[in-house]
């Protein structure tokens, strides 16, 4: 026995939450075992034997699967339906290539293919390709492109895994997946969301050695041969999880909240893509608020075009069909950024910030723009600006956007004009709420808070004037919402008052009925509207 | 002249307006579709050089047609006009789950 690997703990990045315990089942690509190739005839008559068997096994697992995952393997059969496709391939065989050279060949070519595309999803695609590739090698080997037996509960290792191999092994007693490499939004990893399934990615190198695992979906943690501390800690953890999985899952799970008859919908912030792991995040409407800022905080500089939009096209899948609201960079203020924000203002609050900041530095913002303009046609996308005071700042905004999405348009490139909105956090914006011919506001209730209260939020000598149900601001957001719902555009509040419970009461009768809050205070709020729905008080 | 029954080349222009141009679901579907039809049917990107078989998906997929591009769709052979009808019946309607 080697002791080498025992306690060790490796870091990956999560992709499904959940803890597994179990015995460590390592899965490799099965490149074992080599072919001996026949005649021309016996090659040919080899793969059309391998293909019918692998569309056997795809339709297989496709019926069992349902769903997302059948979609996924849809594709697959296609493309071994494909005539053209196949022929070239018996064409290269009858040329005096083997059944497996000529049919890996083929589908490596299409990998590089969809590996060269600029567009993500397609880049997604060849993990599925190499799936098909190596389930027909498989068969070619004799393996019959059978699974290998694994244990129930098992952690299951791999340096990456397709979504067919997945299907292959038996989840119902649990376990876990670990995987040297892939990505947590990969295939698989939706599969493992969906299953339930913990699922921690880019664990890196971990030696051969090790027979049972810890997997912790939520740390994002494997750990090998673990001592009886580590297990004990473990063992806490994971009870931690079930027990608020259990009260926030009964509470998320009930149909949408609703507040005297009306919906209320509970939408949430994220300040990276990363938020949207919070394992409650799933049960949000929309995302109401996603701030941008984390993208200007990254080393090497300001983002470039892809890296944003790869962002916002990240967030975009997670949510589907539902609503993502976007905000543009709100720097300044509090938040300074080499390069790009004003040093030396006497009183940044009130300085060159929000939009006032992104129209100043339009060579900054248009980047901004030209990568939400590709991403709005991805899903539901709605962009806002911040830190808006007149109608005019507001015009600038979007027919600087208008004009970049008609550059990419013109030059080929899938882009829209999503729909555009305002923050409401400038009094004089509020108080003016009319004038804007915005598709829907926000509410940023903390600057809001500070500003009609003539309170610096991050000044502790302050606190006791800060409060959030005075009057003035009550009547700030009342007035907002009332526009909106004569105006008949929607309206929402994503500041921390919509996550505090005890700011509910007075935002429901301001007429609000959209709330943004960050995903750990979905259950808590969704709770609290139901017990004032049900007529109780705040408990 | 052509026999109209057999002989006839049916071409039609469509946008494309599926949101993510036409990737594995699309691509599915229209071949899926194409096969339905005894009709020789070819597909490009509006402008592009070359023909694409509309019963590829592998083809199909590699035509890389973006949101908002224009495909333009022929066909020849006894049910041409029902086939390209159809295509294009699919692509305008955003691909939707029931083509049946």
């Known amino acids: ?539 | 002249m052509l026999d109209k029954a057999d002989g006839q080349i049916i071409t039609e222009n469509v946008r494309l307006v599926h949101a993510v141009g036409m990737h594995a679901r699309p691509a599915v579907k229209l071949t899926k579709l194409a096969k339905k039809f005894q009709a020789q049917i070819s597909v490009r990107v509006a402008g592009a050089a070359e023909w694409i078989n509309a019963k590829s998906v592998a083809k199909i997929m590699a035509m890389r047609a973006a949101h908002g591009s224009t495909i333009e769709i022929k066909a020849s052979g006894s049910d041409a006009e029902a086939a390209v009808a159809a295509l294009v019946n699919l692509i305008v309607t955003d691909f939707p789950d029931e083509a049946s």
Not at chain 1, 184 to 204: E, K, Y
Not at chain 1, 396 to 404: C, M, N, T
């Open chain 1, 1 to 539: 026995m080697q002791g080498g690997a025992a306690g060790l703990a490796y870091r990956g990045r999560t992709a499904s939450i959940g803890f597994a315990h179990g015995p460590l089942v390592r899965v490799d690509a099965g490149t074992n075992g080599e072919r001996i190739a026949g005649s021309l005839v016996e090659e040919a008559l080899d793969l059309r034997k391998a293909i019918d068997a692998a569309s056997g096994q795809i339709a297989e697992l496709a019926a069992i699967a349902g769903g997302e995952a059948a979609q996924i393997l849809e594709f697959q059969v296609a493309l071994l339906e494909d005539e053209d496709f196949i022929e070239a391939i018996f064409t290269a065989i009858s040329e005096g290539d083997a059944a497996d050279v000529a049919w890996r060949s083929a589908l490596d070519e299409q990998i590089a293919d969809y590996n060269s595309a600029e567009d993500e999803y397609l880049k997604a695609r060849c993990s599925d390709l190499a799936d098909l590739r190596d389930r027909i090698i498989s068969i070619l080997r004799g393996g019959g492109g059978e699974a290998p037996k694994i244990p129930s509960g098992a952690v299951v290792c791999a340096d990456d895994l397709p979504p067919s191999r997945f299907l292959e092994i038996d989840w119902s007693a649990g376990g876990g997946l670990a995987l040297l490499r892939g990505s947590p939004t990969s295939h698989v990893a939706m599969l493992a969301r969906a299953r339930g399934i913990p699922m921690v990615v880019q664990l890196g190198a971990i030696p051969e050695i090790g027979a049972t695992a810890l997997l912790d979906g939520e740390g994002a943690t494997l750990e090998l041969d673990p001592s009886a501390e580590q297990l004990r800690l473990f063992e806490k953890r994971r009870e931690i999880h079930r027990k608020s999985r259990a009260s926030a899952r009964a509470i998320l799970r009930r149909p949408t909240a609703s507040w005297r008859g009306e919906r209320i919908k509970l939408l949430i912030n994220i300040q990276r893509v990363e938020d949207l792991d919070h394992a409650d995040a799933q049960y949000a409407d929309g995302i109401g608020l996603m701030r941008t800022e984390f993208l200007l905080a990254e080393r090497g500089g300001l983002p470039d075009e892809e890296t944003q939009y790869r962002a916002y096209d990240a967030v975009l899948r997670w949510a589907d069909r539902r609503p993502v609201t976007i905000r543009t960079f709100d720097a300044g203020g509090d938040k300074p950024v080499p390069g790009f924000t004003i040093d030396g203002e006497a009183n940044p609050f009130l300085g060159v910030r929000g939009l006032r900041l992104c129209l100043a530095r339009p060579e900054i913002f248009s980047v901004q723009l030209r990568a939400l303009a590709r991403a709005a046609v991805q899903g539901n996308l709605r962009v806002m600006f911040p830190m808006v005071t007149a109608p005019d700042e507001f015009e600038s905004g979007r027919k600087l956007f208008a004009e970049i999405v008609q550059r990419l348009q013109a030059e080929g490139i899938a882009a829209m004009l999503p729909e555009l909105g305002i923050m409401v956090e400038v009094p004089a914006a509020a108080l003016a709420i009319a004038t804007f011919k915005a598709s829907f506001f926000s509410i940023g209730s903390n600057d809001l808070a500070q500003y009609v209260l003539a309170c610096d939020r991050s000044n502790g000598a302050l606190a006791p004037l800060m409060d959030p149900l005075h009057p003035a601001l009550l009547e700030l957001i009342a007035r907002t919402a009332e526009h909106g719902r004569r105006a008949g555009t929607s309206v929402s509040l994503c500041g921390d008052m919509a996550g505090d419970p005890r700011c509910l009461p007075a935002l429901l009768n301001c007429g609000l009925r959209e709330l943004s809050v960050n995903a750990s205070a979905l259950a808590q709020i969704k709770q609290t509207i139901d017990r004032l729905s049900s007529g109780g008080g705040l408990g």
